[in-house]
């Protein structure tokens, strides 16, 4: 860690409503240079997002249409053996993550919990029609026993990428989106589709395939959240999981025709149910951008459970070749909420920004996460690739004026690049939390990974 400064000072930070306490093993440092993190003062209306909601059409089509219902569990446990014209198709079994071998470059520098690849079946370590990008957890989305509808499990989304980047059909269209489902005890998991309803209207008689980046997920109560880069953030309830009744590696199919669904030949649907979408998309998110002042680019997600009521659902934004992204919190109902419990908060039909922020000395950021600690203080987690050589881990808060990590100075952190943040709490049987990521790349060199790290106390919030 090189310091800008060998003055050193206790650091009053602004925007911080505390006296700025240095962790274990952080230096203090020079006052006179310029905080990592910075707040934004918000304009009336600013990045906030309009509910639209797919709920009445949602369950029209589970009631009328996707009548096999289904659980989570039956979605880790269930091991097809035959497609749905009972020939056998491999494709349609479960899989399993495997270890990783010691010293995988795919995985943090630091000790870890958890250290997954993914199967060799069917390609899902090497593919390069799909790319993983977004994590989260149940044990983030219940809190209580790290369990939803009883399962451990994590959730991976991944967009699927044409030979030349762009354009394709149906099945095999650019940034068609699947969800993953990893059984966190067995190892075992399934890919499910990502699907809409082609009408709000509560006799809504279709549904698609989801098109976006995915970059980032988060997952509260039976809740999957998803952004979707230039327009906001997607909504997916697992409650109204549903089985197709034509499924199998040969269908090429999505929706229902002549009374009978499919998914691109998954066996599982997750509709979505509520999007929040801005007026208006940014006028680039492209690596060297400009950045909108007005408008989002929704990169990562992630959940923030700790401080003062209410929680809040976290998102950021990536610009690979400049600084100063921003992070938006939005604040969200309670589980126990008597309207839309686990949904984004609304006024008017408008979501709630909590606060928002700038990543004043960091580009490139692929996830993301928040927390405030036991003095009171926001802290910020980072990570952002450094494409296949070591990534970059950071710990900051408004008032940090530590230099931090860089590419050039060799990484500190996963090759692969590193994609979405995610966060697991201590609860029994565990010893400790967990920060969640995983890497992207598949190049042969065996750095598609999964992975899991001690986090309070652990020498992670040390990082910079």
């Not at 880790?76 to 495997?98: E, K, Q």
């Not at 030949?265 to 208006?280: D, K, L, M, T, W």
């Not at 926001?378 to 590419?407: E, H, I, Y």
């Amino acid at each position: 860690m090189v310091l800008r400064s060998a003055t050193r000072r206790l650091i009053i930070g602004v925007a911080v409503a505390c006296t700025v306490t240095v962790l274990a093993g952080q230096e203090p440092v020079n006052a006179e240079t310029t905080s990592d993190i910075a707040a934004v003062s918000l304009a009336s209306g600013q990045f906030q997002l309009t509910d639209t909601s797919y709920a009445a059409a949602t369950n029209h089509l589970y009631s009328a249409y996707l009548t096999s219902h289904a659980t989570l569990t039956d979605v880790i446990t269930t091991n097809f053996t035959t497609n749905s014209a009972g020939a056998t198709d491999p494709w349609m079994n479960l899989r399993t993550m495997t270890s990783c071998p010691a010293g995988d470059s795919g995985l943090p520098t630091v000790p870890t919990t958890v250290a997954w690849c993914w199967s060799p079946s069917h390609a899902d370590d090497t593919t390069a029609a799909w790319d993983p990008q977004g994590i989260a957890t149940t044990g983030d989305a219940d809190g209580s026993d790290g369990a939803i509808q009883g399962d451990r499990v994590v959730a991976v989304s991944w967009h699927y990428q044409t030979a030349s980047g762009s354009g394709g059909s149906g099945c095999q269209t650019q940034n068609l989106l699947k969800l993953t489902l990893i059984d966190r005890d067995t190892k075992e998991y399934r890919h499910v589709l990502l699907v809409e309803p082609t009408s709000t209207s509560s006799t809504a008689s279709n549904y698609t395939f989801v098109t976006g980046h995915g970059g980032g997920i988060a997952w509260y109560g039976d809740y999957i959240y998803v952004t979707d880069t230039t327009h906001g953030i997607r909504v997916f309830d697992l409650n109204k999981l549903a089985r197709v009744t034509t499924y199998g590696s040969n269908v090429t199919t999505v929706g229902i025709s002549s009374g009978k669904s499919s998914a691109c030949g998954y066996a599982y649907v997750v509709p979505e149910v509520h999007r929040y979408f801005q007026p208006q998309t940014p006028g680039s998110c492209a690596s060297a951008g400009p950045i909108d002042p007005n408008y989002l680019c929704f990169s990562w997600l992630s959940l923030d459970k700790t401080g003062a009521a209410p929680y809040k659902l976290v998102t950021g934004e990536w610009y690979g070749g400049v600084n100063g992204g921003r992070i938006v919190r939005y604040q969200l109902n309670p589980a126990s909420a008597a309207t839309n419990p686990g949904l984004l908060t609304t006024s008017g039909g408008k979501t709630v920004v909590q606060d928002a922020y700038r990543a004043v000395h960091y580009d490139g950021l692929q996830g993301g996460m928040t927390w405030t600690d036991g003095n009171g203080r926001l802290n910020f987690a980072f990570q952002k690739g450094c494409g296949l050589s070591p990534g970059v881990f950071s710990v900051s808060w408004v008032g940090d004026l530590r230099d931090t990590t860089t590419c050039a100075s060799g990484g500190n952190w996963a090759a692969g690049p590193p994609e979405d943040l995610a966060y697991w709490p201590r609860v029994a049987p565990m010893t400790t939390d967990e920060i969640w990521g995983l890497t992207e790349s598949a190049d042969g060199a065996g750095i598609r990974t999964v992975y899991a790290i001690p986090f309070t106390g652990g020498p992670v919030q040390n990082l910079h």
